[in-house]
């Protein structure tokens, strides 16, 4: 979009948003105000923390945009002070280059979008849109889950008083005990495209979703073979080639001696629902690779590396056979690998050439400092990338940092995401180098294959070229 289209795009989402400004610089405030006025039906500024958290206590606010260094209170303690009244308020924190040791203090509250001063108008656009739009996704499915809880409820009450409609409210089938279908109601066929004689005809097996194995199915029939009832979810195929979902309860059907006569499946369709799941993952990952730019925006490196490690890795992941779980975790933490670097002084990050001995010893500290940033989360999503941080410079033969680990040792994660930066890092100019051309690149990933790279990984980068190649040309800075 051009600069003109965001701010349009801005204007609406922001629409009847409240805002805190808290800045000390009495023109920068104002000036700042003055953009904020024309974006937001209502802005409240102050000069301080101290103000700025008084404010807060009287009025709810969508976003704080606040200053970190200012006279009395400062922008960390105020964050923390309002974290403890709403833990999920979320926050832009304005910083000069100077005040990046409070980085890693705001990280820790949770605060993952940041501006450098001097700001530049469409600076502060960019990042205002991409923070109110998460702002105003996150409102929609809050109100989407409100919805959704209370049309459940209303479902299960005329479940309740009127269970002679079943039919009309769920998807009901009935099969024998091969799992010949026998009946099948109107929801049912509504929903798969195909009518009861169709299935009839050509076998339940026309349903499965090639994303359920066989396996799966084993269990679900021993299950109900074994007169207990099965639940779970099945994503099934359409008649159209589209699949769809249900949340579904298979309950064995018994005669007057214990024996199964036939079973009966209840299924809801909770499609809507594995897909807004999927926006929530998607929303996670984009905050994830914005945090990971900023890490990168410190050594002078652009977005498109993290985009580029994170693609990488998901075709390393997937020509490895990771499933489908995994290679969703290693794709949205992988721009994580790099934050530690938050915590190296500019002297060093900066440094247009080779770095001394204690220079380089410091660098290395960045995969402990993302380590200990991201360990102590609970989310699967911040484990794989605190695994992802940790061992992502650690090498197949044993000579990595910062635990010396050696061949399996090395999380999968650490193996792939080493390769995928590396191949990264060659192929594009940095501060301390410039760019190689593929060959070199080629032949020098070859010459480390067993030393630096996982064996396996290399020869699947080295047989898939063509679609690393494709990627880098892509997502070129």
Same mark, same amino acid.
């Given at each position: 979009m051009t600069l003109k289209e965001t701010l349009n795009q801005l204007t609406l989402y922001a629409k009847e948003m409240r805002v805190l400004y808290v800045e000390d610089e009495i023109q920068i405030r104002e000036n700042t105000q003055l953009l904020l006025s024309k974006i937001f039906s209502y802005v409240?500024?102050?000069?301080?923390?101290?103000?700025?958290?008084?404010?807060?206590?009287?009025?709810?606010?969508?976003l704080v945009i606040t200053d970190i260094l200012m006279p009395g209170m400062n922008g960390v303690i105020m964050i923390q002070k309002i974290k403890e009244l709403s833990?999920?308020?979320?926050?832009?924190?304005?910083?000069a280059c100077e005040e990046s040791n409070y980085l890693l203090d705001l990280i820790n509250l949770g605060v993952a979008q940041f501006l450098l001063k001097p700001m530049k $108008? =469409?600076?502060? @656009?960019?990042?205002?849109?991409?923070?109110?739009?998460? +702002?105003?996704?996150a409102r929609k499915v809050e109100e989407f889950t409100v919805n959704l809880?209370?049309?459940?409820?209303?479902?299960?009450?005329?479940?309740?008083?009127?269970?002679?409609?079943?039919?009309i409210s769920m998807i009901v089938t009935k099969t024998?005990?091969?799992?010949?279908?026998?009946?099948?109601?109107?929801?049912f066929c509504k929903t798969c495209g195909y009518s009861c004689d169709e299935i009839k005809a050509k076998g339940h097996k026309i349903l499965r979703h090639p994303d359920m194995t066989e396996e799966f199915y084993e269990d679900l029939w021993a299950t109900i073979l074994g007169k207990q009832t099965w639940h779970?979810?099945?994503?099934?195929?359409?008649?159209?080639?589209?699949?769809?979902? $249900? =949340?579904?309860? @298979?309950?064995?059907?018994?005669?007057?001696?214990?024996? +199964?006569?036939d079973f009966i499946s209840i299924s809801y369709d909770v499609t809507e629902l594995f897909d807004l799941n999927e926006e929530i993952w998607q929303t996670q990952h984009e905050m994830l690779s914005l945090l990971g730019e900023v890490g990168e925006t410190r050594s002078e490196e652009t977005g498109n590396h993290v985009r580029r490690v994170a693609k990488y890795a998901r075709l390393l992941g997937q020509f490895r056979g990771l499933d489908d779980e995994e290679i969703k975790l290693l794709y949205r933490a992988s721009p994580m690998h790099d934050i530690g670097k938050i915590g190296i002084p500019d002297r060093i990050l900066l440094k247009p050439g080779k770095l001394e001995t204690d220079e380089y010893e410091m660098m290395k500290t960045h995969s402990e400092i993302g380590y200990k940033i991201l360990k102590n989360s609970k989310r699967p999503l911040l484990q794989a990338a605190a695994v992802i941080a940790h061992e992502h410079h650690e090498k197949w033969d044993g000579s990595g940092y910062p635990r010396s680990l050696s061949g399996e040792?090395?999380?999968?994660?650490?193996?792939?995401?080493?390769?995928?930066?590396?191949?990264?890092?060659?192929?594009?100019?940095?501060?301390?180098?410039?760019?190689?051309?593929?060959?070199?690149?080629?032949?020098?990933?070859?010459?480390?294959?067993?030393?630096?790279?996982?064996?396996?990984?290399v020869d699947?980068?080295?047989?898939?070229?063509?679609?690393?190649?494709?990627?880098?040309?892509?997502?070129k800075d």
């Open positions: 409240e500024t102050a000069a301080n923390g101290g103000a700025g958290l008084a404010l807060y206590q009287t009025g709810k606010f969508d833990p999920d308020q979320p926050f832009i924190v304005t910083s $108008t =469409d600076q502060i @656009i960019e990042v205002l849109y991409e923070v109110v739009r998460n +702002i105003y996704n809880k209370q049309e459940l409820v209303h479902q299960t009450t005329l479940l309740e008083q009127y269970k002679e409609i079943v039919d024998d005990l091969r799992g010949e279908l026998i009946y099948a109601n109107e929801s779970g979810t099945i994503k099934n195929l359409k008649k159209n080639g589209t699949h769809y979902i $249900t =949340d579904t309860t @298979i309950k064995p059907i018994l005669d007057e001696f214990g024996e +199964i006569i040792q090395i999380h999968i994660y650490g193996r792939i995401i080493a390769l995928a930066d590396v191949f990264d890092a060659l192929s594009c100019e940095r501060v301390y180098k410039p760019a190689w051309p593929m060959e070199k690149i080629i032949e020098f990933i070859r010459s480390e294959r067993g030393k630096h790279f996982d064996p396996i990984l699947l980068l080295m047989s898939n070229i063509d679609s690393f190649i494709t990627i880098a040309q892509e997502y």
